[in-house]
């Protein structure tokens, strides 16, 4: 059974850093591409930051600069540091696991909300 569950949100100023982790369990992460993805209330799922299984990034603008994806293909976990984060980042934050069209995982969801 393959599991993705994601740590480390929480309450944040904004300014402030929080990093998320992503444990997979039931796949190799090292065979797949991982991604953040992120939904605020009353807005569609969007993508934060993908990363492929040779570790190439890529950011969504929103993020650029402030978020960094990094994986651990020993431990099978991806993580997500958010640093200097804003109001508008305050979602629900999903760990994502792909391998191709009929291989796709989601986690459970990690809220994270920035306010003062």
């Known amino acids: 059974q393959v599991k993705l569950v994601e740590s480390g949100g929480g309450l944040v100023q904004p300014g402030g850093s929080l990093r998320l982790s992503c444990a997979a369990s039931?796949?190799?992460?090292?065979?797949?591409?991982m991604a953040w993805f992120r939904q605020a209330p009353g807005k569609e799922r969007e993508s934060v930051v993908f990363?492929?299984?040779?570790?190439?990034?890529t950011y969504a603008d929103s993020v650029k600069g402030r978020f960094t994806i990094s994986r651990d293909n020993a431990n099978n976990a991806v993580y997500l540091q958010m640093n200097t984060l804003k109001p508008e980042d305050t979602a629900v934050y999903y760990c994502?696991?792909?391998?191709?069209?009929?291989?796709?995982?989601w986690g459970q969801g990690t809220q994270v909300t920035v306010t003062s």
């Open positions: 990363t492929s299984s040779t570790n190439v990034a």
């Open positions: 039931g796949i190799s992460i090292s065979q797949y591409t």
């Open positions: 994502y696991a792909d391998r191709g069209i009929w291989t796709q995982y």
